[in-house]
């Protein structure tokens, strides 16, 4: 079984500001995790993701993630919030189901509010 | 073509209707999912296609009816729904590394 929790349903920065999400999880097996956003009214969008190789994963719009083993974490940052990073943020991990597909499963979401 | 093209974008049906929603890629893609969103959560899986089989059904009523005409299309048939079902219905397909690409979704609302 696999499962993901991020901690903190809603964060507010300032803008210029660190942004950090944090994300653990769970897996019986090494996981593929990765960072989706979603702005209102829209679909996913993937930030990045980690598979293997090298610990730390640099994706779009100048945010990264750090797979950390040990501390079954992989946190999102940002270091200078921008206001239009506001939005809804779901941390992930896949676990392969068979038949070629690949099932995907979210945490609950941390929105992320960015004050002017 | 990098996109998944859900139509329509918006939908409201009676409880006694009949309607699809469609998803549409073109990018090769042998696995293709439908998902359910409710306002302020995290998406839940519903239905997975693998090589236009079904793979996966996350016990999801039967008032829910997927199809796989082809590789490149998927159908999510709706009937007799609830109130309860209005939600958010994302289409995904799968790429390489394990990458997901949604669709923009349907914004489905029952009366």
């Known amino acids: 079984a696999q499962s993901v929790t991020q901690l903190g349903s809603h964060v507010s920065v300032s803008e210029g500001a660190l942004v950090l999400l944090r994300c653990n999880y769970s897996?019986?097996?090494?996981?593929?995790l990765f960072w989706y956003v979603q702005y209102p009214n829209q679909g996913l969008q993937l930030l990045l993701k980690y598979t293997t190789g090298a610990t730390l994963v640099k994706g779009i719009n100048g945010f990264e993630a750090e797979f950390k083993k040990s501390e079954t974490s992989f946190h999102l940052t940002k270091p200078s919030a921008h206001m239009s990073d506001a939005a809804e943020y779901f941390c992930?991990?896949?676990?392969?189901?068979?038949?070629?597909?690949?099932?995907?499963?979210f945490g609950k979401g941390t929105k992320l509010s960015v004050i002017p | 073509d990098t996109e998944v093209t859900q139509t329509p974008k918006h939908l409201v049906m009676g409880m006694t209707n009949k309607k699809s929603l469609k998803c549409e890629q073109h990018m090769g893609h042998r696995a293709m999912y439908w998902y359910k969103q409710k306002a302020k959560k995290p998406p839940e899986l519903m239905f997975v296609?693998?090589?236009?089989?079904?793979?996966i059904n996350e016990s999801v009523p039967s008032r829910f009816s997927p199809e796989c005409p082809n590789s490149s299309l998927l159908n999510l048939h709706l009937h007799a729904l609830q109130p309860e079902d209005s939600a958010l219905y994302l289409c995904a397909s799968l790429g390489l590394n394990e990458k997901l690409f949604f669709g923009s979704g349907t914004q489905l609302s029952v009366l």
């Open positions: 897996s019986s097996v090494p996981p593929y």
């Open positions: 296609y693998s090589y236009e089989k079904l793979s």
């Open positions: 992930a991990v896949s676990l392969y189901s068979g038949a070629g597909s690949y099932q995907l499963t």
